[in-house]
């Protein structure tokens, strides 16, 4: 029996097929006489097929060996591959055999009481795997650039009305109460798993879909091929992150994973603790982390909440590819880190090994001159479970706040947009009531420390100009006086043009302390001019009346270009199988509809 996580979130839905459900007034059409793409995923020649003819119903014969040949007739029959690109009206009624046949073995499987017979484990097999498994096409759009999953629309399969029920007949089989996972496993197996594996990378949101319950199932089911499939998928992923950076099944993989680690039995096994490092971690590198990022965080989260001891060389990976010059996958990189802080609250004991690395970064991004990235940064004591981390933050303030402190002071003081201005102020004022003590020794720390950066940076200015002297003294210039409206930051009341300092006065570019610009000596954060801290700074006065600051959960996102009016209808009318609505009369209805 396995132990379960007490990791309490709901798995998240993966793809374009939940933003299609749930945001469809997002989604841009194309207009009418717009170029399409092809609406088709396969690329197969068919061959000389068998001719295919009405049969009498399996529930109209009496014996069992009568059911059992007719029902593997009409397996033999779902075989025949048909063309849907090729309008061929000869081809209507075999079509129309072949969905009846169908969907007569999905109702057959639900209600037949008789048990499968070893032949009939191997024609399902064989019928599942010609009519699923085919050569995907190549990532090509119309003007040759590689598929991107967050801007282009996918290519649907045009077979899907016999496909979707090929799926929805090896799902009922499987999960059928006579299946026997002992004789199947003499006709299922890696070869099997393996390409099932590679029809993920269908572009077809709809097909993934069934994919992802059906390869749950089937890990449940065959004991026997659990660890081949965990290393197949943890050899996708490695692919995925230092080969090829484009698959379009990777959110639908780890939903999946998702559930897998929830019954993973403790101590957690060492092979579980390499597959977390060495496939889980890196996938934050990838330029399409915003596609998967939520199943990769609950995945990860999953794993920590099991063993909380694995949250510090966790952090220590993802923050070595922090992405320096991406600030919306910072975004995605904070989010990660507040849902890692969100499960370590609920195991304490562990927080102290990486509060360090966590808010030094968390600082960092404060005071980054991107106010979404700041903004992030300061909204993790606003999220929705904010009482367990400032919990934490508490019992440890005379840790963090000299870390967060610097940052804070100089953003609250000095930063552009004015929301994240009043955010600082107002943490300030929240470490000032936790504990006052701290702060004021936090202050004083800070003086010392401001002092003595001041002290090394001008010594190391004078060694410069020491230098340049002896070797080029032409290259030194006058030191530039600063004007006061750059020495404090002007109010939004009465800012006017004399204030607003001209070009060739800006110290970065032209004053520099007098030395050559290609020797640039860092401020404290990035700052413009030296500034010294007080209590009773204009700055903070007028933010006194700040009690509560908004945050606006919902960020500028990346707009989606135009979609196929039929493809977003296709979508949207694709029921998911994990909505409740999976009852079959309803299922055969629903595909009647769509073929006609």
């Known amino acids: 029996k396995v132990e379960m996580a007490s990791y309490h979130k709901a798995p998240p839905k993966a793809g374009l097929l939940n933003k299609v459900k749930t945001n469809p007034a997002d989604i841009l059409l194309k207009k009418q006489g717009s170029a399409l793409k092809s609406s088709s995923s396969r690329f197969l020649k068919v061959g000389p097929q068998e001719k295919l003819e009405y049969l009498p119903k399996i529930t109209s014969l009496t014996t069992d060996e009568e059911k059992e040949a007719m029902f593997i007739r009409k397996i033999r029959q779902c075989c025949v591959i048909f063309d849907f ?48 498994f085919r050569p995907l096409p190549p990532r090509l759009n119309p003007s040759g650039d590689k598929f991107d999953p967050e801007d282009n629309e996918p290519i649907l399969e045009a077979a899907w009305p016999h496909v979707q029920l090929v799926y929805e007949f090896f799902l009922r089989f499987v999960e059928s109460n006579r299946f026997d996972a002992g004789i199947a496993k003499q006709y299922l197996g890696k070869k099997f798993i393996q390409q099932m594996l590679d029809i993920f990378d269908s572009e077809d949101p709809r097909e993934r879909d069934y994919l992802k319950t059906t390869l749950h199932r089937v890990y449940g089911k065959f004991l026997s091929l659990r660890n081949y499939t965990r290393k197949k998928i943890q050899f996708i992923f490695l692919s995925f992150c230092y080969e090829d950076e484009y698959h379009n099944g990777i959110s639908e993989l780890l939903e999946v994973l998702g559930s897998v680690i929830n019954g993973f039995a403790l101590p957690l096994k060492a092979e579980h603790v390499e597959f977390l490092l060495r496939a889980l971690v890196p996938l934050h590198k990838s330029r399409a982390l915003s596609v998967y990022h939520p199943q990769l965080t609950y995945c990860v989260a999953q794993f920590i909440d099991k063993d909380p001891s694995l949250a510090k060389p966790v952090l220590a990976s993802l923050l070595s590819f922090w992405p320096v010059t991406n600030s919306s996958k910072q975004i995605l990189f904070l989010r990660s880190i507040e849902e890692i802080l969100l499960v370590i609250s609920q195991h304490p004991f562990y927080f102290a090994s990486i509060q360090e690395i966590v808010f030094k970064k968390i600082a960092e991004c404060i005071a980054s001159p991107h106010f979404q990235v700041a903004e992030k940064g300061l909204s993790i004591w606003s999220c929705d479970d904010s009482d367990c981390i400032l919990e934490l933050v508490t019992e440890n303030v005379d840790v963090i706040l000299p870390i967060l402190f610097p940052s804070l002071f100089h953003v609250a003081k000095s930063h552009w947009h004015k929301n ?26 800070y003086q010392q420390n401001r002092q003595r950066e001041k002290e090394e940076r001008n010594e190391r200015v ?45 110290p970065l570019l032209n004053d520099n302390d007098g030395l050559p610009t290609n020797i640039v000596i860092p401020r404290h954060l990035g700052c413009l001019v030296e500034e010294e801290f007080n209590v009773e700074d204009p700055v903070f006065m007028e933010l006194v009346e700040v009690n509560q600051i908004q945050i606006h959960e919902k960020l500028r996102q990346k707009q989606m270009l135009p979609m196929d009016p039929f493809t977003v209808e296709a979508l949207q009318d694709h029921v998911p199988l994990d909505d409740g609505k999976r009852n079959l009369m309803w299922r055969i209805l629903y595909s009647w509809n769509w073929w006609k």
């Open 85 to 132: 690109t090729d309008i061929n009206l000869a081809q209507t009624v075999p079509k129309e055999i072949k969905r009846e046949a169908l969907l007569e073995l999905v109702e057959y499987v639900v209600n037949t009481k008789a048990p499968f017979t070893p032949l009939m484990y191997k024609a399902v097999i064989i019928m599942v795997a010609t009519n699923l």
């Open 462 to 506: 004078q060694k410069w100009k020491e230098l340049i002297t002896e070797v080029e003294p032409q290259l030194l210039r006058e030191k530039e006086a600063i004007p006061d409206n750059l020495s404090t930051r002007p109010s939004s009341t009465n800012l006017n043009k004399a204030q607003i300092p001209s070009p060739h006065l800006d």
């Open 420 to 445: 994240i201005r009043s955010m600082s102020y107002s943490i300030l004022r929240l470490f000032m009531s936790i504990d006052s003590e701290a702060f004021e020794t936090t202050i004083g720390i």
